[in-house]
């Protein structure tokens, strides 16, 4: 299978969350600036979300859907030369885009690419169509990783891949066996895990996974009190 070189890049605090009161402290603050350092230096060309997080980014904006007879089957690119990518997981059709372009302070422009599945509406593929937002169909109602990986290369030329969170896209493309790396900031701070994401979960209605092994490759302090883990995913 040709497909990205896929490195999961995040940051959490020391009981694994990756949300939550404790990203307000000072000490995470300054490891959020090291975060964006690092997933600069990493030079991938196309950062992946999933639905909970770009809704975030999006300021939980909803599509404006319009009745549509019927959309072509199959997928839909609407730009494949961008220099950098946005990869939103999206199989329900919930994210309410502006445009084809995603904007924000202090990360360069990306075209959007939305993950679906056959089960996504037509109307909501006839929206994406409208606003220039391309969109991959990757398995029939539950997410298939391994054809989203394999179509970011053959459409778009995509050769590596920063995984963001949550915790759900995270988990299920580790279990794909599609992860090669995790980048890890751990932040010096618990708050009892009152925040509702963890860097891996399960989605609920899919069965359990296997335990995955990872090999230390770097590990080092940063930040006040922080640290740096690297890892390569084993096997």
Known sequence: MKRPYFICHILSSLDGRIN????????????????????????????????????????????????????????????????FYYVSVDTKGEIGWESGIWKASGRPDAHVIEVLTESTLPAYKAYLRRIGVSYMICGKENLDCRTAAEKLAQHFGIEKVLVCGGGMVNW????????????????????????????????????????????????????????????????
């Open 172 to 235: 299920s493309f580790l279990q794909a066996g599609i992860i090669d790396e995790l980048s890890l900031l751990l932040s010096p701070v618990t708050d009892a895990g009152a925040g509702q994401a963890a860097l891996f979960t399960r989605i609920p209605s899919l069965p359990e996974g296997k335990p995955v092994e990872f090999e230390l490759k770097k590990a080092e302090p940063l930040g006040a009190g922080g640290l740096y883990l690297n890892y390569r995913t084993r096997g």
């Open 20 to 83: 939550g009161p404790f990203m307000e402290m000072a000490s995470t603050r300054q490891l959020g600036a090291e975060y964006g350092r690092i997933r600069t230096e990493l030079g991938a060309d196309a950062w992946l979300y999933g639905t909970a997080t770009t809704k975030e980014f999006t300021g939980f904006r909803k599509p404006q859907l319009k009745e549509t007879a019927e959309v072509p089957e199959g997928d839909f690119i609407a730009y494949a030369g961008a220099g």
